[in-house]
């Protein structure tokens, strides 16, 4: 939680101070082996130099190394994260097919509903950023409604703040796009959409300073707006013109002084058309000349301030050169809709592909996952067994085999015999090395597959055999001083093992099966000592 606020800070007035907690926070999650924290706080470092960061080399850098990270790490709802925070940087450099897939797979990750609702919202909010950085605010929309419907699920509404005003902004944007197509009636249906977006802003708990400022702004320039366009102003309809534009100067003093370059981009030109529209035409020519395109982020603010100055300069101009202008601005716009239209194609397309392979690769997962235990199953280990020919260097292979397990489920039943063997497959996995396959081969039988390290040199088998005893005996004295008493009172579990090792490759097309054969007749011997040291154990009558 404390990584995500700092994650919202980022973006606010005290970003210095909340980049300087994310990094002392994953220090010390790192130092407390939390890794999934530590990652979080990462990925807070690399939000914050996304939007404050203006070498967009080390921030495409950054966020690659994010990504590596969280993909090694194997959260899936981080990796998510990680690829719509380069889906943004991406959008930042034009790069409309990095920004296309990497959102398009963040979103199909997160398409499981067992993951957090707080990674996923903000999975939903960064990919709602990424697509508006084309112009693709249908689909930014539907990001935004699906964040918002994850709220409730949330352990903290820390999303809510960004959502509510980026929701304010979206609408503004397709405005203005929708003005500069000459859609007069459809953009004011989406200001008006803006005018309550701004309110239900203004209604929500945690917002910042300066959003809370800008939401007020668009609230009152909004109201100016529909009044000049002969639509109901709001509650404050009473007001004057002039008593607005009084208003509107002291918002645009505060923003401009709180170094706003968000909403002010967008709430000029809006203001400048509505002096047009009222008739006060030397004002909005004197207002329409300080318009400038500003390095924002917001898409609509590339274009509208120039359009909405054209507008206003050109005005009722008569004249061909004139109209002839104005028409090819119009052709020019409806062309730029139209290649939106087929971005906007392709962005779902991409979405649907993704989500195919993320489905296909969990089928592919699941069909070679043991369900009780979550290890690799026979299956799994069959597709070794075959493909080890293709292999190269030595392998080991340890077996593992629970001892009298049928007399736990005799003597306490199938769900505690279930427990026992998703507690010894617990074992198992922790006491593999990274890039070992652990597998429960069926019943109560369980394997570890190991390999060379690819980084390193050839291990000799001799070697590998050491290495795979010292793992067996591990994992034996991990079961057996399991506190098995805390699930049945006096219940005890043990487990035999049987270990080999040697080559694999093509020169030793029987390898994985000779090993198989080696490592099942020392479980049965370790099996039988074990039972006939039983039997001796045991008092006689």
């Given at each position: 939680m404390r990584a995500y606020e700092l994650m919202e800070l980022t973006q606010g007035d005290a970003h210095l101070?909340?980049?300087?907690?994310?990094?002392?926070?994953?220090?010390?999650?790192?130092?407390?082996?939390?890794?999934?924290?530590?990652?979080?706080?990462?990925?807070?470092?690399?939000?914050?130099?996304?939007?404050?960061?203006?070498?967009?080399?080390?921030?495409?850098?950054?966020?690659?190394?994010?990504?590596?990270?969280?993909?090694?790490?194997?959260?899936?709802?981080?990796?998510?994260?990680?690829?719509?925070?380069?889906?943004?940087?991406?959008?930042?450099?034009?790069?409309?097919?990095?920004?296309?897939?990497?959102?398009?797979?963040?979103?199909?990750?997160?398409?499981?509903e067992t993951l957090p609702a707080l990674d996923r919202c903000m999975v939903l909010v960064v990919c709602g950023a990424a697509y508006n950085t084309l112009s693709l605010w249908e689909l930014t929309d539907q990001m935004y409604d699906a964040a918002g419907a994850l709220v409730p699920l949330c352990e903290r509404p820390v999303h809510q703040p960004a959502l509510a005003m980026n929701r304010v902004l979206l609408r503004l944007e397709w405005a203005a796009a929708l003005f500069e197509l000459a859609e007069r009636h459809e953009a004011l249906v989406q200001l008006q959409r803006a005018a309550e977006a701004a309110d239900l802003a203004l209604g929500t708990a945690g917002l910042p300073a300066l959003w809370r400022g800008g939401a007020e702004a668009c609230r009152d320039v909004l109201a100016f707006v529909r009044q000049a366009?002969?639509?109901?102003?709001?509650?404050?309809?009473?007001?004057?013109?002039?008593?607005?534009?009084?208003?509107?100067?002291?918002?645009?003093?505060?923003?401009?002084?709180?170094?706003?370059?968000?909403?002010?981009?967008?709430?000029?030109?809006?203001?400048?058309?509505?002096?047009?529209?009222?008739?006060?035409?030397?004002?909005?020519?004197?207002?329409?000349?300080?318009?400038?395109?500003?390095?924002?982020?917001?898409?609509?603010?590339?274009?509208?301030?120039?359009?909405?100055?054209?507008?206003?300069?050109?005005?009722?101009?008569?004249?061909?050169?004139?109209?002839?202008?104005?028409?090819?601005?119009?052709?020019?716009?409806?062309?730029?809709?139209?290649?939106?239209?087929?971005?906007?194609?392709?962005?779902?397309?991409?979405?649907?592909?993704?989500?195919?392979a993320v489905e296909h690769a969990r089928l592919s997962r699941d069909i070679l996952l043991d369900p009780l235990t979550g290890l690799s199953n026979r299956r799994g280990f069959d597709e070794w067994l075959t493909q080890s020919r293709l292999l190269a260097g030595s392998a080991a292979l340890i077996l593992v085999d629970l001892d009298v397990f049928k007399e736990v489920n005799d003597v306490h039943g199938h769900a505690v015999g279930d427990e026992v063997l998703r507690q010894v497959g617990r074992?198992?996995?922790?006491?593999?090395?990274?890039?070992?396959?652990a597998?429960?081969?069926?019943?109560?039988?369980?394997?570890?597959?190991?390999?060379?390290?690819?980084?390193?040199?050839?291990?000799?088998?001799?070697?590998?055999?050491?290495?795979?005893?010292?793992?067996?005996?591990?994992?034996?004295?991990?079961?057996?001083?399991?506190?098995?008493?805390?699930?049945?009172?006096?219940?005890?579990?043990?487990?035999?093992?049987?270990?080999?090792?040697?080559?694999?490759?093509?020169?030793?097309?029987g390898g994985a099966g000779v090993l198989y054969r080696e490592a099942d007749a020392r479980l049965y011997a370790a099996k039988s000592l074990g039972r006939a040291g039983a039997e001796a154990a045991a008092p006689r009558g």
């Open positions: 101070q909340a980049r300087a907690d994310l990094e002392a926070l994953e220090v010390e999650a790192e130092r407390r082996g939390w890794a999934r924290v530590a990652l979080l706080a990462a990925a807070g470092g690399t939000l914050y130099a996304l939007v404050h960061d203006e070498d967009r080399d080390r921030v495409d850098q950054v966020t690659r190394t994010l990504l590596h990270r969280t993909e090694a790490a194997g959260f899936p709802e981080l990796t998510a994260l990680s690829l719509a925070l380069r889906a943004v940087a991406a959008g930042g450099r034009g790069d409309s097919a990095t920004l296309l897939g990497d959102a398009g797979r963040a979103l199909a990750l997160i398409e499981d366009f002969g639509m109901s102003p709001g509650p404050d309809g009473s007001l004057s013109v002039d008593q607005r534009l009084v208003v509107l100067h002291r918002h645009r003093t505060w923003l401009a002084d709180s170094g706003d370059v968000e909403v002010l981009p967008l709430l000029d030109p809006l203001v400048v058309l509505g002096l047009c529209e009222v008739g006060r035409s030397a004002e909005a020519v004197a207002a329409a000349a300080d318009l400038v395109t500003p390095g924002s982020s917001s898409t609509g603010a590339r274009s509208f301030p120039q359009w909405v100055r054209a507008h206003v300069l050109t005005g009722d101009a008569p004249g061909q050169a004139v109209a002839a202008h104005q028409a090819y601005g119009l052709s020019m716009a409806r062309a730029r809709w139209a290649a939106r239209l087929g971005v906007l194609a392709a962005a779902r397309s991409k979405i649907a592909t993704e989500r195919l074992q198992v996995a922790r006491h593999v090395r990274a890039g070992d396959m597998l429960r081969l069926g019943g109560d039988e369980f394997a570890v597959v190991m390999h060379d390290d690819v980084d390193a040199a050839v291990t000799p088998p001799h070697a590998m055999l050491d290495l795979a005893t010292e793992r067996a005996q591990a994992i034996s004295d991990a079961v057996a001083n399991a506190d098995w008493g805390r699930l049945v009172p006096g219940l005890t579990v043990r487990v035999s093992v049987g270990v080999a090792a040697g080559p694999l490759g093509p020169e030793h097309p």
